[in-house]
């Protein structure tokens, strides 16, 4: 039951715009954040939902959203809901009220005291009409969003979610970053959940889309009819096309589960010589979780690992990272094949390059990039894939040219409009981008006359360090501005076109990412000539 509680310390709800303080609550073993929601001073959660990142350390606007300094989720101060991906999990907002010289929090105590609350779910599907039906296809972070943003927005029709991954949503980014396997640990939700919201969950694989009679056909022979249709199918892990990397055993990729669990197996008691082709961001990650008790190397065609996406001397700095772990890297190197083991010539038992350097390796995991999921409409006459086998969609992520059919996630390729994007067409695969187009979707079948909002794209990387990044370099940039201490590990990198900063990335320097989303976001982030000057991003304020 509601009650007051008084704050400890705090004598005043006179906040200014952007002012949030973390205050204890009295006879509570609890703490609220006291902010200024746009205008108005109230309580809410003090940890960030998605892993419980200090919100008094984040981002909060003059508009009264609140951006988490890890991850980017954001949050709307005034509500409680989520703004931005990842947070799943809303925060429970609170009254404040000014008497005698103290401030009174309004509140349940639990509700208090668990600073986060699930989002409205809750649905009973009782003879709904066809008319009303969404075949979700694909289990990630995209169609989770696009399920609980259905339901939180009060639509009640039935909700069937098909996927052949074997288990419900997980957190994906554990995969690489930790080699997680624990599905308890893993998955957002648990069954009890989606039976909650009367969302039908299907493990299975679809093979094909009747667009014409509108149904989904899987791959042990039923179908699925819709009105609404999201495909939100992902990434499949790109092979090489080189000798003995398709035919030899402990040759992996890492996409899933079994994939982490293969690899952890294969590791064994350590002491593997474990060989990572390519330096991407899930190379990179997979090294510096598996560097301790092991032989790590990795191999890549660029000068520094993420050249493309950081720069060289970005690139430097996080090779420098990981080395400090004890991987060996061989850059501007080229793969020619794999070889079989002496001791089992089942297995892999070395790698070697053009240069004939050979690596000898127990284990080989590739990092080579994905390529949309969408194999089951590659004979679809009706549907068009661009090149790289995405689908074009609008800034509601409905498929050009298909009516009522979504695609979000890895398969999408989607007008941007953020800084230097100009609508130019992108296809970002990052967590949270996946989960917001997830929930653009949600919010344009229920709302199909609003207008989408444009998110910053973020996320974020371990590399010996956490990596922050946000906005979008997919077109190019042309210069680069570095500020901070790289040496200490403090550092913010700003990637520009023209005077347009189009990207930024930062290790050590939280909040800084989250400043950049909120002003990419308003359109308000300042000139290259400004930063190159020296002008520090966390010196302008709250934005506004």
């Not at 009782?126 to 943003?149: C, F, M, N, Q, T």
């Not at 996406?309 to 190197?333: D, P």
């Not at 201490?485 to 050590?508: C, H, L, R």
Request: with cysteine; charged share 25%.
């Amino acid at each position: 039951m509601a009650q007051e509680y008084k704050l400890k310390g705090i004598t005043s709800l006179d906040l200014q715009p952007g002012e949030k303080h973390e205050v204890e609550v009295e006879g509570l073993d609890a703490k609220v954040l006291l902010l200024n929601a746009a205008g108005k001073t109230q309580a809410i959660g003090p940890r960030c939902t998605h892993y419980g990142a200090p919100l008094v350390k984040g981002v909060l606007g003059h508009n009264g959203k609140l951006t988490c300094p890890w991850h980017g989720a954001c949050f709307n101060t005034t509500t409680g809901d989520i703004e931005n991906a990842p947070a799943l999990d809303v925060l429970p907002v609170f009254k404040a009220t000014e008497r005698d010289g103290a401030v009174y929090i309004t509140g349940d105590a639990e509700t208090i005291k668990a600073g986060h609350r699930k989002p409205k779910f809750k649905c009973k599907v009782a003879g709904a009409p066809l008319s009303d039906k969404v075949v979700v296809v694909g289990g990630g972070s995209g169609a989770l969003a696009a399920v609980e943003g259905l339901r939180e927005l009060g639509f009640s029709g039935p909700v069937t979610v098909i996927t052949n991954e074997g288990y419900l949503p997980i957190d994906r980014p554990k995969l690489s970053k930790t080699l997680m396997t624990d599905l308890n640990k893993l998955q957002w939700r648990d069954a009890e959940w989606f039976k909650s919201g009367d969302v039908d969950f299907v493990q299975d694989e679809v093979v094909g889309v009747d667009f014409g009679s509108k149904t989904v056909k899987t791959k042990s022979g039923q179908q699925y009819p819709y009105t609404r249709l999201v495909l939100a199918t992902g990434g499949t892990p790109k092979l090489l096309p080189l000798q003995g990397f398709q035919v030899l055993g402990n040759v992996f990729t890492l996409r899933n589960v079994r994939d982490a669990k293969n690899i952890k197996e294969a590791i064994g008691e350590k002491g593997k010589k474990i060989v990572i082709i390519g330096s991407s961001f899930i190379g990179m990650e997979l090294a510096a979780c598996t560097a301790d008790g092991n032989d790590v190397t990795i191999i890549g065609m660029e000068k520094v690992p993420l050249e493309r996406v950081l720069g060289e001397r970005v690139g430097a700095i996080v090779r420098k990272n990981i080395e400090s772990k004890g991987v060996k890297f061989y850059m501007s190197a080229g793969v020619e094949k794999a070889e079989p083991s002496t001791a089992d010539p089942s297995k892999v038992g070395s790698v070697h390059l053009k240069d004939g350097t050979k690596l000898d390796a127990d284990i080989v995991i590739l990092g080579v990039g994905v390529s949309p999921a969408t194999e089951y409409l590659k004979e679809n006459s009706v549907v068009r894939l661009e090149d790289d086998g995405s689908l074009k969609v609008d800034e509601n992520f409905s498929v050009v040219g298909l009516k009522d059919v979504y695609a979000i996630g890895d398969i999408a390729s989607y007008p941007y409009h953020g800084p230097g994007g100009d609508g130019k067409y992108v296809r970002i695969e990052h967590y949270n981008v996946a989960q917001n187009a997830g929930r653009t979707a949600a919010n344009h079948i229920v709302h199909p006359n609003l207008q989408p909002e444009f998110f910053t794209p973020v996320f974020w990387s371990a590399l010996g360090a956490q990596l922050r990044y946000c906005g979008n370099s997919y077109h190019g940039w042309d210069d680069l501005i570095l500020q901070g201490e790289p040496d200490q590990g403090k550092w913010v990198a700003y990637y520009t076109k023209g005077e347009t900063v189009v990207a930024m990335a930062s290790m050590g320097k939280d909040p800084a990412m989250a400043q950049c989303a909120q002003m990419m976001q308003l359109n308000k982030m300042p000139s290259k000539s400004q930063l190159k000057d020296g002008l520090d991003i966390l010196s302008l304020g709250p934005p506004q």
